[in-house]
Nanobody, 120 residues
Framework: QVQLVESGGGLVQAGGSLRLSCAAS????????MGWFRQRPGEQRELVAS???????VSPDSVKGRFTISRDNAKNMVYLQMNSLKAEDTAVYYC??????????????WGQGTQVTVSS
């Protein structure tokens, strides 16, 4: 079992910044990918950014240049630095970890989510 605990959400004005943190604990093995997803009311959950245990990152164009994902493998932490926030970034943000064995997805865990609200 793996537990993911997010922190750092809150209310911020448009143009402001927030930093989300996620602490992972439990039976974590590599290779793995940690990521942030978000879900707006009435919409599907979408990828915000992901980072592999080797440091490769993926993010959609909607956040490129504004959001930066990073991780500390020694501490099993992943971070999301969000700058130049827009009202459309308002959502519940979820931390996720995916772990593979022999190229097959073995485990997939989610945090409880943290609310980010950007006022315009």
């Amino acid at each position: 079992q793996v537990q993911l605990v997010e922190s750092g959400g809150g209310l911020v004005q448009a143009g402001g910044s927030l930093r989300l943190s996620c602490a992972a604990s439990g039976s974590i093995f590599s290779p793995n990918t940690m990521g942030w997803f978000r879900q707006r009311p009435g919409e599907q959950r979408e990828l915000v950014a992901s980072i592999t245990s080797g440091g490769s990152t993926v993010s959609p164009d909607s956040v490129k240049g504004r959001f930066t994902i990073s991780r500390d493998n020694a501490k099993n932490m992943v971070y999301l630095q969000m700058n130049s926030l827009k009202a459309e970034d308002t959502a519940v943000y979820y931390c996720n970890i995916k772990m593979w064995r022999f190229g097959v997805l073995r485990d997939d865990y989610w945090g409880q989510g943290t609310q980010v609200t950007v006022s315009s």
